[in-house]
Every structure is written in C-alpha cells, then in structure tokens.
C-alpha cells in the first residue's frame, strides 16, 4: 500500500518549518536571492531548494487573504519523471517498491542536460530542478533515508499545526476524505487534488490556481 502524506492547506501558517527542515536535514546550502515583492523567498524550486512554501495574495468574495502553499514532489504512483528517465538509462530514478517513494539515484552530474531537461518536462507539477549547468535532477525524495527507518519525513516532523500528517496510504486517505468533509462547512470550494494520482495529496480550499504565482 505504501505512504502517503496529507497536506491541509488550511492549517498552513506560511512559517515555513518544513521549508528549514528540509534544508536541515539534506544538508543543502542557502541561496543568493532578492526581494520579489512577495514574503515568499527563494522565488522558486532549484537544485538547492527542493521544497518551498509559495505564498499568494488573493482576493475572494471581497475579503484578502493569503493562501500557503508547500510546494514538494508529488511522488505520483506512475510517476513520469520514471517513464522519461528511463529512455535515458535505467535506474537514474527509482521508485521504492513498500513506500511508494520516487527518489533520484544518480549522483549530481550524471543524469545529462538532456535527460534532465526530459525528466523535468515530463512532470505535470514542475517539480524536478537540474543543477546550473543544466544537468542532474534535485526534487523531494519523501525523506527516504528516515521514512524506510520507520521515521516521519522531516517536515512533518517539524510541521506545528499538523498541517503535514504522514503514515500508510489508506489510513491518510480515509483521513483526507474526512478532513474535506468537515472543512466544506467553512470552505465549500475545497477538494482534495489528485488523491488517486499521488502520495502527496493535498486539501485546497479554494480553486488550486490561486495558491501559485509565477516566480519574478
């Protein structure tokens, strides 16, 4: 059955702790970047920043609001970035058979401009980053190394709203459909987006669209 996690976009407070323990705990490096106008920062996914809370200004029935949005691989169940990297070669992206979790294998480098700019394409999300001279791909691998320890992925862990519940994929599913009941009440706009397509689901209470803004 594999896991899965449940992303509430109406717990999210924007604080961003997931964003940190990621960082944390893959060791990757802070980025040079500037102010675009908007609390969100890095401006977007990269090589170095492989989860990122996007932040977004909207309005709806008169009223402002921000609308939070963790942004992370989706780790489909048939995962594209698969299909395209393995009419390159085998194995450049792997996709564990217990978890479910889709997690690049190849070492910075050797995955090619080409491919990674395949691999990239591929995703309806646009998730997956190659490194600045265009090739290898960086994306969210679901934390492998802890989940196959039996540990929490490390934003979960971090996450203090329950925003982010992680744990078997039926136990999360039946947890989704009963979460989105009970946020009809206040939210009747939201769904659940793709839950029959990925591990990575997400709660919206409004239309998805809205959550994203084209980096500057």
């Known amino acids: 059955m594999g896991k899965c996690i449940l992303v509430d ?16 705990w893959k060791n990757l490096p802070a980025e040079k970047t500037r102010n675009t106008g908007t609390h969100q ?17 909207v309005k709806e029935n008169g009223k402002l609001q921000w609308l939070f949005f963790p942004e992370q691989c989706r780790h489909c169940y ?10 390159f070669s085998e194995g450049l992206i792997m996709q564990d058979g217990a978890t479910g979790a889709v997690y690049p294998s190849a070492k910075k480098g050797d995955i ?23 090739t290898g791909v960086f994306k969210c691998d679901f934390c492998f190394d802890r989940i196959s320890n039996g540990m929490k992925p490390s934003c979960v862990l971090t996450c203090p709203t329950d925003a982010l519940v992680y744990g078997d994929e039926e136990e999360i599913v039946d947890l989704a459909v009963q979460r989105l009941k009970t946020i009809r009440k206040e939210y009747p706009k939201a769904y659940l987006g793709d839950p029959a397509n990925t591990r990575v689901i997400y709660l919206f209470q409004t239309d998805h669209r809205l959550y994203y803004q084209d980096p500057v």
Request: net charge positive.
């Open 78 to 87: 048939s995962a594209p970035c698969k299909r395209a990297a393995d009419d």
């Open 9 to 24: 976009l109406t717990r999210c407070t924007g604080c961003r702790g997931c964003q940190v323990a990621c960082k944390q």
């Open 112 to 134: 090619s401009v080409k491919a990674a700019k395949a691999i990239r394409e591929s995703c309806p999300y646009d998730i997956p980053r190659s490194s600045p001279d265009g």
């Open 41 to 57: 920062n890095p401006p977007d996914l990269s090589d170095k920043t492989i989860r990122l809370v996007r932040f977004t200004e």
